[in-house]
């Protein structure tokens, strides 16, 4: 047994989070107290007597209240700790410090490629796309046609991805639902990764394909070509056909070179899955220090799940850049309680059952971890889902709490690395910008070292500090930006997590 089996987060908590499994009876002789109950690794234990209705204290923030009295050595879990409503002072733009950039010529470099309108990428693939799922099955076909034995003559190109989605069709042909939707298609057709991509058709979709290149301001040529199914006389033409179209772009695609270019053109969207008590005293913080580092360097980190930063977006209100900036946030969090009214959902408290298994007793909590993927940056702007992110530094994307979907809006805004912190074990990957996976304690990461990239666990061991950390993580970063495969790139993951943000069916 450690000396100390609990990690103390702040001098005003009144609880304390346990390293790994404590038995029911051991001394916490730093707390002066002993264990009443079990206390499973992650989660907490009463320091102190806590009155019915008083707050619990993690990190010197609220999480809940006590449920019943408490006495000290109590496990506090979601059957001790009750959901309510919080008073906060938003202080808009009150805390802002501006950035301290470092001079470009001091700026971290990576290899990157260098897109003829000067943005950057990370990787290099061809999108076969579809504007509604009528064309899924003949973009799964002309994609699985450009194995590896194909692509072997085209050593530049990282593949040929079909962006399967589920709508298109049965919905309106126009408002917020539709907008979203091509916004989110029309973000990877441009995204800097995409070398090259072809847009697939029925010939009969609510999303037309017309109306859908209008609206996104795409001009076909070389790198961007269409199909209409209906058009070329069915399927089995149709793939014959698509997949002349892609052997065309491929010698296009395959000039792309990398050379060295400064980390401000790094985009990473950051996501959270699979959460547990150590999320927010390891990887999250980690990820955070390091996203710190990458804006000092001019680059750019994305925070979404607007679900999961529910009770502590006051953090984020109070550093935005300007008081308007802080609204939309709140705005934004305003819209989702209003939709989630009534509804058994994150945001009025409940959490998964792997997150809850993880130690989190309720969304307080697991925002509190999760916002701290953003460190203490400033917040520079807030974009709606799927929106082209142009400020640099550390911005929200509304997005849901299901990584699919928030990964998936982050890309389309622009991310060209995906980092995803994990405490119980996730499998997620995504493509065209591809994920790396932090792990937020050294068991599961052990457990799950062909999935993870990162061990973020010798920060609960004691053998790494945040700060020490963030910088591994920033320099991991820098070599997958420069090509270096993820462990989900390895495995294949990522082919089938494109999943727009599906609003508005209609019928």
Not at 244 to 257: G, H
Not at 363 to 375: D, F, I, N, R, T
């Amino acid at each position: 047994m450690l000396r100390n089996p609990f990690i103390r987060l702040d001098a005003k908590d009144n609880v304390v989070v346990a390293r790994l499994e404590v038995p029911a009876g051991t001394a916490a002789a730093a707390e002066g107290t002993t264990t009443l109950q079990k206390v499973p690794a992650g989660h907490k234990m009463a320091t102190r007597f806590i009155a019915k209705g008083e707050p619990v204290l993690k990190y010197a923030t609220v999480i809940g209240f006590a449920a019943e009295d408490v006495e000290p050595g109590t496990w506090m879990h979601s059957h001790n700790i009750a959901f309510g409503d919080l008073v906060k002072d938003y202080r808009h733009a009150q805390d802002y410090v501006p950035t301290d950039l470092l001079p470009p010529d001091q700026r971290a470099q990576f290899m990157g490629i260098v897109r003829t309108d000067g943005r950057v990428a990370t990787r290099n693939y061809v999108g076969v796309f579809i504007v509604s799922h009528s064309g899924a099955t003949v973009a799964r076909h002309i994609a699985k046609h450009f194995d590896a034995e194909v692509l072997a003559a085209y050593p530049h190109v990282d593949g040929v991805v079909p962006y399967i989605h589920e709508q298109g069709s049965g919905m309106e042909k126009s408002g917020e639902p539709m907008d979203m939707l091509r916004r989110t298609l029309g973000g990877y057709i441009r995204h800097p990764n995409t070398a090259g991509a072809l847009v697939i058709a029925l010939g009969e979709e609510h999303n037309e394909l017309g109306a859908f290149l209008a609206h996104q301001r795409l001009e076909p040529g070389p790198r961007l070509r269409t199909l209409v199914i209906q058009e070329v006389g069915g399927t089995r033409k149709a793939i014959a056909a698509g997949i002349a179209l892609v052997e065309a772009m491929l010698p296009l695609a395959d000039t792309a070179r990398r050379r060295s270019v400064s980390a401000e053109h790094i985009m990473v969207g950051m996501q959270c899955g699979g959460s547990d008590g150590f999320s927010g005293l390891s990887a999250n913080p980690a990820l955070g220090a390091a996203m710190e580092i990458l804006i000092r360097h001019g680059g750019t980190a994305i925070l979404s799940e607007t679900s999961e930063i529910y009770g502590v977006e006051h953090t984020l209100t109070a550093r935005a850049r300007t008081p308007a900036i802080g609204q939309k946030l709140v705005d934004r969090i305003d819209w989702w309680l209003d939709y989630n009214k009534g509804r058994d959902t994150q945001i009025n408290g409940q959490v998964s059952p792997g997150n809850n298994a993880g130690g989190l007793a309720n969304v307080l909590e697991k925002s509190l971890g999760g916002a701290k993927k953003g460190g203490n940056a400033p917040l520079m702007e807030v974009y709606e889902y799927a929106e082209p992110v142009t400020q640099h530094g550390l911005v929200f994307m509304d997005t849901p709490g299901y990584d699919p979907v928030s990964a998936t809006g982050q890309i389309a805004g622009g991310a060209n690395l995906i980092c995803f912190t994990t405490g119980r074990g996730s499998c997620f990957g995504s493509v065209p910008a591809p994920t790396i996976k932090l792990a937020s304690n050294s068991p599961m990461y052990a457990r799950m070292a062909g999935d993870m990239d990162i061990n973020c666990g010798p920060v609960i061991d004691g053998e790494a500090s945040i700060a020490e950390m963030g910088q591994r993580i920033f320099e991991q970063v820098l070599r997958h930006a420069s090509g270096e495969a993820t462990k989900s790139e390895a495995l294949g993951v990522g082919l089938n997590e494109f999943v727009p943000w599906p609003l508005g069916v209609a019928d």
